[in-house]
């Protein structure tokens, strides 16, 4: 505890950008419970730009994880600068390390330890699993929310009610570039800003270049749509961080430029600027589309083999397009462009 008696949390959640974004509505409930408390997360280097600015949040630690090192990375650098993160954390005293994933994880609980967190809260097979101070049984209940599956931890805390929505705040610096960078490619058109992300994690998530180039130039011929068309950055054969440059670039060539602005965000924080100005994303189930619900845009989400029930996108509107296959490619350009206009309908009118 604090001198003033408030208590002092630690975050723990190192995986991916959707799952940390899904742990921001407990963040915020935690935060209106305790609005003395300190809270710090730990996350990695890859997921942390998500956090940045959440006023929710007092501190953000983030480690780097070995293979998500960049090319002038030592492994022992990267070692000295965990030894130097884990010495700032446990100059803050924590009294509970909240390990925030469903499911019991031995690697969470280590870096709390690390940490040197008087308790850790987190979720467990059994009483007592691997030294778990305070565990919540994991759910046999099927079609929660990755948000309210790891809301259950609230429970325990004495936090009450539901879980709010997600909470992202874009850098304005960077927004405000990439406002320049509309306004200076598309003059005068005033239609809607459509945000199109063609990149996807999973094979099955990967909806083809042909029906991205169709969709887009359907859509650019609608209502003097603008369209933003984004990507994960690099080269697919990267083995550690694959990426859609060349793909993004075979769309565009197909592409009237005056309506397409293809829009490289070769940092996360690049990507949640330029979500932040659009009115509505196109995209397949992942971490840009957890980025758009953060930021309540209106969203076209393309499923394949994944449970829609668990990572829809979390209070905001949108329009889940899944095919009986399960596989994305098996949804229609038609189908896209047919939800994008009621997305858009009640703003735009009836042209898309």
């Known amino acids: 505890m604090s001198l003033d008696g408030s208590p002092?949390?630690?975050?723990?959640?190192?995986?991916?950008?959707?799952d940390l974004l899904c742990t921001t509505p407990f963040i915020a409930a935690l935060r209106a419970h305790h609005p003395r408390a300190y809270i710090g997360a730990l996350v990695n280097s890859y997921n942390c730009e998500v956090l940045w600015g959440n006023p929710d949040i007092d501190e953000v630690f983030a480690y780097t994880k070995a293979k998500h090192r960049g090319p002038n990375q030592s492994l022992l650098g990267v070692l000295l600068g965990r030894i130097r993160m884990f010495r700032h954390i446990r100059r803050a005293c924590?009294?509970?390390?909240?390990?925030?994933?469903?499911?019991?994880q031995p690697r969470?609980?280590?870096?709390?330890?690390?940490?040197?967190a008087g308790r850790v809260l987190g979720f467990v097979n059994r009483d007592g699993e691997g030294g778990i101070d305070q565990g919540v049984p994991l759910n046999s209940r099927q079609g929660l929310h990755e948000v309210e599956e790891v809301f259950r931890l609230a429970e325990v805390l004495g936090v009450d009610g539901s879980p709010p929505s997600m909470k992202m705040v874009p850098d304005q610096q960077r927004k405000g570039k990439c406002d320049q960078k509309i306004t200076s490619h598309f003059g005068s058109r005033r239609g809607p800003l459509i945000a199109v992300h063609i990149s996807a994690r999973k094979p099955t998530q990967r909806w083809p270049k042909e029906h991205f180039a169709a969709l887009i130039s359907?859509?650019?011929?609608?209502?003097?749509?603008?369209?933003?068309?984004?990507?994960?950055?690099?080269k697919a054969s990267n083995s550690l961080h694959p990426g859609d440059d060349e793909k993004a670039q075979e769309i565009a060539k197909t592409l009237d430029d005056a309506s397409v602005l293809a829009l490289p965000t070769q940092q996360l924080g690049d990507l949640i600027a330029a979500v932040a100005t659009c009115d509505l994303m196109?995209?397949?189930?992942?971490?840009?589309?957890?980025?758009?619900?953060?930021?309540?845009?209106?969203?076209v989400c393309l499923f394949g083999d994944s449970a829609a029930s668990r990572w829809y996108p979390w209070k905001t509107r949108y329009e889940l397009l899944q095919a009986e296959s399960r596989n994305v490619s098996d949804i229609s350009v038609k189908q896209v462009f047919s939800a994008a206009g009621r997305l858009l309908g009640a703003r735009w009118g009836n042209d898309l």
């Open 94 to 104: 924590i009294d509970l390390a909240i390990l925030a994933g469903p499911g019991f």
């Open 8 to 18: 002092r949390y630690l975050i723990i959640r190192r995986d991916n950008i959707g």
């Open 108 to 116: 969470s609980l280590r870096l709390a330890r690390l940490a040197g």
């Open 218 to 234: 359907q859509l650019a011929n609608s209502s003097d749509a603008r369209i933003l068309l984004l990507w994960s950055p690099g």
């Open 282 to 299: 196109i995209c397949a189930d992942g971490g840009a589309m957890h980025i758009a619900a953060a930021l309540a845009k209106p969203i």
